[in-house]
C-alpha cells in the first residue's frame, strides 16, 4: 500500500481566516513533506519533516505553519494568506531521507482558494 | 546541485502511435533519477524510477525509460498510448550522496493523445 492521503480535497479561505491541512501515511514512512504546486508547473518544495523534525524549510513565509504531531501526520497551518498563495498544495512521504529510501509518493492534493 | 530539463513542454501524439518523452539532467554527483504522472485535478503517481542496476526501467502502465550517464538523460517511452494517457509528465532527479531528500524537478512535459 502505497497511499497518501490528504484532506480537505478542496479548501476556500479569506484572507483572514486560520485553516488546517492534514496529511496522513500509514507506510511506516519517517519523512514526510509539503509541496506547493501552481498551474502548469512543477511542485515547489515547501518543507521537510525527517523522523517527525523539521528538516527543511524553504523559505517559506511564516504565514504557512507546518507540524508534524506523530510519525503518521502531518498538517500545514495556514493563517492571513494571500490571494496568490491559491495553488494545489501536495504532501509527500517516503522511507526517509538518505541515499536509498528516496522514493516519494504523493497524495492528491488539497486545492485552496484564497479569497 | 542538480537540474533537471524536459527538453519538449508539449507533446501531440495520435493514439497507438509510440511516444518519447526526454529528460536530460546536470549534477556532479552520482543519482537517482524518477518520473511522475500527474493526471488532470489529481497528485503526481510514481512512474517509474532508477536507483541503480539495468539502466533499463520498466514502470507502471506499459513504460520504460532508460538510462544513459554518458549523455546524461533518463527519456520515458510507451510503444502505444492511450487517451488515457493524456497526462503532464514529470521528470525528477536527487542526489545520492548527501542527501537530504530534495526532489528537483523538471518543468513538465504535457502529453495529448489525440483519437
Known amino acids: 500500500d502505497t497511499e497518501v492521503t490528504q484532506t480537505p480535497k478542496h479548501l476556500v479561505m479569506g484572507m483572514t481566516n486560520k485553516k488546517s491541512l492534514k496529511c496522513e501515511q500509514h507506510m511506516g514512512h519517517r519523512a514526510m513533506y509539503w509541496y506547493k504546486q501552481k498551474a502548469k508547473k512543477p511542485p515547489e518544495l515547501m518543507f521537510v519533516?525527517?523522523?517527525?523534525?523539521?528538516?527543511i524549510n524553504e523559505s517559506v513565509p511564516s504565514r504557512f505553519s507546518p507540524e508534524c504531531p506523530n510519525s503518521s501526520l502531518l498538517n500545514l497551518h495556514l493563517h492571513a494568506l494571500q490571494p496568490e498563495d491559491s495553488a494545489l498544495y501536495l504532501c509527500a512521504s517516503s522511507q526517509g531521507t538518505s541515499a536509498s529510501q528516496e522514493t516519494q509518493y504523493f497524495g492528491p492534493g488539497t486545492r485552496l482558494l484564497v479569497l | 546541485a542538480q537540474s533537471v530539463t524536459q527538453l519538449d513542454s508539449q507533446v501531440p501524439v495520435f493514439e497507438e502511435a509510440p511516444v518519447e518523452l526526454r529528460c536530460n539532467y546536470s549534477s556532479s554527483v552520482s543519482v537517482y533519477l524518477f518520473w511522475y504522472v500527474q493526471y488532470p485535478n489529481q497528485g503526481l503517481q510514481l512512474l517509474l524510477k532508477y536507483l541503480s542496476g539495468s539502466t533499463l526501467v520498466k514502470g507502471i502502465n506499459g513504460f520504460e525509460a532508460e538510462f544513459n550517464k554518458s549523455q546524461t538523460s533518463f527519456h520515458l517511452r510507451k510503444p502505444s498510448v492511450h487517451i488515457s494517457d493524456t497526462a503532464e509528465y514529470f521528470c525528477?532527479?536527487?542526489?545520492?550522496?548527501?542527501?537530504?531528500?530534495?526532489?528537483?524537478f523538471g518543468q513538465g512535459t504535457t502529453l495529448q493523445v489525440k483519437p
Open positions: 519533516y525527517s523522523y517527525e523534525k523539521l528538516s
Open positions: 525528477a532527479v536527487s542526489g545520492v550522496s548527501g542527501n537530504t531528500g530534495k526532489l528537483i
